[in-house]
């Protein structure tokens, strides 16, 4: 299952709409680089073609994929350590009372990777990233650079819009590019990243989500109550929470590690955050950076020498 | 140290800037990983005290540090697991709720050249840049050092209102309740670096607000990089005085070269 972004796989049959193929085939272009930006990238010998974009809209259905509180606790609803096919348990937590499982008392907990909303994500920008090489593409560009990006809920929390923004620039000279080239990068950045001979091969991203089913004792700690069983310390660690914070982290960057083959991931950008989308408290995790290649042996710099300025 | 290892970038992550990767490439370092610690600790609510918060306030220290060396342990361990000698440029995010306190760290692995490290490594919140000088004045960093105190802020004593009335008079309680738990927020960071065997702590930053919930509480929290000499002794940096001989007037405004990210 794809969850990972920076693929070009995918996705369904929406074409790039009529008015792109009308404006990109006008003689002038675009280009959201500042001033200065667009003068470094002349500098390097890029010469800027015109505004690219990609875009989707994506609706997904949580509720395929919600885990239940039944009378019977905390359901396990699929085979092996796949959940309905949406779901993929990190983790079991066991209830330390000895007491069956009942709707009031939930004796086991679960940390679940929501896979289902992951695939989401994944396919809403792969379809986007997709759209934008074809804009790309359609100019005869080698690479798109300042690329931006964009993703919020567009009409409730179950549609959400994906959008890439960049600038397709022409490097003269050179022959036409096998694959069109991508990166977050402009300006001097990008210049540097080129002096210390590294290349952008294109944008990654990973989104990944956990969502937590907590056993009796998380729910106790988490609300601040004081375990009527007393075998439960209400201070300390909430185990199961600190895992869910933890693992959605560290699987949106295996996730972007697993589209890296053997290429680096610079300038990441991990962003965080929580909701209740599927009545449960769900951690979701988004890195994205640009995916580098070293395409030549450089020296390291000299070690800096420190100056004080006097004015 | 071998300079044709550096160009291994395999299936590298990092969140540092190219200027910071530069920087660390010329001390012939290596970005490995980023890495990530984050812990959740619950405040219990204390007995029949009305609002359900106050008096919690020494759990709430307890909570606090229970979350950080909770996350500080976990970086470490993804740390190890990735092969770095420590982390760099930790992003360092502590929220206090109701009845839970969330330490989130955040920061790219490194190490010299092609060497995977075995033993303990370092977590630092400082950026590369500092890190490099940190490193060629001679000293190393340890760990990330923490301290919180938390306070209920009281009510003035019928003296002082009375008093107040007439004058400006300086409310002692309100003085003595809140120097004493800025105090042993430091303390508490301190005895925490001096735990790691450290000599010092660098770059200490530190916050005191009232929490969201219950403005009558105020959370003081401190926390730095604690360090200690990794040779005989300090070495000085010898900074070049440079003057700048560019006019300021007639200076070409760059800011936007500087790029849109990274």
Redesign the interface.
């Known amino acids: 299952m794809p969850s990972a972004f920076g693929s070009e796989a995918s996705s369904q049959g929406v074409d790039i709409p009529e008015a792109a193929g009308r404006r990109l085939a006008a003689k002038s272009f675009s280009s959201g680089l ?4 667009f ?2 990238c002349l500098h390097m010998g890029m010469r800027p073609v015109g505004l690219v974009q990609g875009f989707c809209a994506m609706g997904w259905n949580p509720g395929y994929y919600l885990p239940s509180q039944t009378a019977y606790g905390n359901q396990w609803q699929g085979w092996g350590s796949s959940w309905s096919g949406w779901g993929n348990a990190l983790d079991t937590y066991y209830c330390p009372h000895r007491i069956v499982q009942s709707a009031e008392h939930a004796s086991r907990g679960f940390n679940v990777e929501a896979t289902g909303i992951e695939s989401a994500w994944a396919e809403g920008y792969n379809a986007t990233y997709r759209r934008l090489l074809e804009e790309a593409a359609a100019l005869g560009a080698h690479g798109i650079i ?1 690329i ?1 990006d964009a993703t919020k809920a567009l009409i409730g929390p179950r549609v959400r819009e994906f959008h890439l923004l960049g600038t397709a620039v022409v490097m003269d000279g050179q022959p036409p590019p096998e694959r069109v080239w991508s990166t ?7 210049g ?2 080129y002096e ?3 290349a952008p091969v294109s944008v990654v991203g990973a989104f990944a989500a956990v969502t937590v089913l907590p056993v009796c004792v998380t729910e106790i ?6 375990d009527t069983y007393g075998v439960v310390s ?5 185990t199961q ?2 895992d869910a ?2 693992a959605a ?2 699987l949106a ?1 295996d996730h ?2 697993a589209t ?1 083959d ?9 962003e ?1 955050s929580e909701d209740n989308l599927v009545g449960r408290t769900t951690i979701s995790a988004i ?1 994205r ?2 995916k ?3 395409v030549r ?1 450089v ?13 | 140290m071998s ?2 290892k ?2 291994d ?11 910071e ?3 660390l ?4 370092w290596e970005p490995v ?2 890495v ?10 204390m007995g029949f005290s009305g609002s ?1 918060w106050a008096g919690a306030t020494d ?1 709430s220290s ?2 606090f540090g ?2 950080v060396s ?2 500080v342990a ?1 970086i470490r361990d ?1 740390c190890a697991r990735a092969g770095g000698a420590g982390v760099v440029g930790v992003g360092v995010d502590f929220q206090v709720y ?3 306190v ?1 330490a ?1 760290l ?1 920061g790219t692995a490194v190490r010299p050249a092609g060497l995977s490290h075995r033993g303990q490594p370092f977590v630092s919140d400082l950026s590369v840049r500092d890190f ?2 940190l490193h ?1 004045a001679g000293w190393m960093p340890l760990g990330l050092a923490f301290g919180a105190s938390f306070v209920q802020v009281p009510y003035r004593s019928i003296g002082t209102v009375f008093k107040q009335m007439a004058a400006n008079t300086e409310m002692t309680n309100l003085t003595e309740a809140m120097y004493q738990a800025r105090e042993q927020g430091m303390e508490r960071l301190q005895s925490a670096a001096i735990g790691m065997g450290a000599s010092g702590v660098v770059a200490v930053q530190y916050s005191d607000r009232p929490l969201p919930f219950a403005s009558h509480v105020i959370g003081f929290t401190a926390w730095g990089t604690a360090v200690r000499l990794s040779g005989d002794g300090h070495r000085y ?8 001989v560019d006019d300021p007037t007639t200076l070409f405004d ?9």
């Open positions: 500042s001033v200065a930006d003068a470094a300042g931006t977050y990068l402009a300006g001097s950045k990008l540097k990243l210390a001979g590294l700690q988490e609300q601040g109550r004081w209400p201070y300390g660690e909430i929470l600190s914070h933890t982290r560290r960057r972007v590690k890296l053997g290429a680096a991931l610079h300038g990441a950008d991990l965080v890195l950076g640009t580098v290649r070293r042996d020296d390291p710099l000299p070690p800096p020498v420190p100056t004080v300025r006097l004015s | 300079n044709t550096r160009s970038l395999h299936q590298v992550t990092s969140d540092l800037t190219i200027d990767t530069l920087l490439h010329s001390m012939d990983d980023i990530v610690g984050a812990s959740v600790a619950a405040i219990p609510t359900g759990q307890q909570a229970s979350a909770s996350a976990r993804d109701r009845h839970t969330q989130v955040v490099i000088l060629n940096i010898k900074p070049r005085v440079v003057v700048s760059l800011q936007g070269a500087l790029g849109t990210r990274g």
